[in-house]
């Protein structure tokens, strides 16, 4: 059974830098294919892919967002970690981590989410 | 980046009728395109990946099609369940974009 859940901060100050980790079982980031994606969704809105790492340490980010992104792995602990510096107000949502297989390029099985709210 | 536009962006249809949702990428995506369905408060739930082809579980009232850049997602009969958001998204090119979603409503 896949499960993943997300932790971090639920309220951050502009300028910070955010860190949010996804816990996972079910699975292991060391076999062939698998990969752990983030997606966040401000309120209200749509959903916005953000990074995205794969078993083999490849990792993709949205060019819009990728000089502030960082997108790191701890195989050992089952975690995938993202790092999104100098943070603010439009960068408010729910940001949810995902599982997927290379293959397939889907989002199969998601966390619950984490709501970040960015205000002084 | 691929953009999806997705149509309409609200739906008000009632329980039993036939819900057609579209979703058109700016360019081809080949048939790399999936669908989720977003209730309040949770997590999107994959439906429909690589256009046609129902995610585990997902009942066979929910199908997908099209190729390139139009792509439907239909829901044979509306359950009271149904109503809810979705999205597509493509894997054709990197970033993985969404579309902006289609919320279905009760009429």
Known sequence: QITLKESGPTLVKPTQTLTLTCTFS?????TSGVGVGWIRQPPGKALEWLALIYWNDDKRYSPSLKSRLTITKDTSKNQVVLTMTNMDPVDTATYYCAHTIAAAGTLDYWGQGTLVTVSS | EIVLTQSPATLSLSPGERATLSCR???????????????????????IYDASNRATGIPARFSGSGSGTDFTLTISSLEPEDFAVYYCQQRSNWPHTFGQGTR????
Do not use: D, M, T
């Open chain 2, 104 to 107: 279905l409503e009760i009429k």
């Open chain 2, 25 to 47: 990428a700016s360019q081809s995506v080949s048939s790399y395109l999936a669908w989720y369905q977003q209730k309040p408060g949770q997590a999107p739930r994959l439906l």
């Open chain 1, 26 to 30: 079910g699975f292991s980031l060391s």
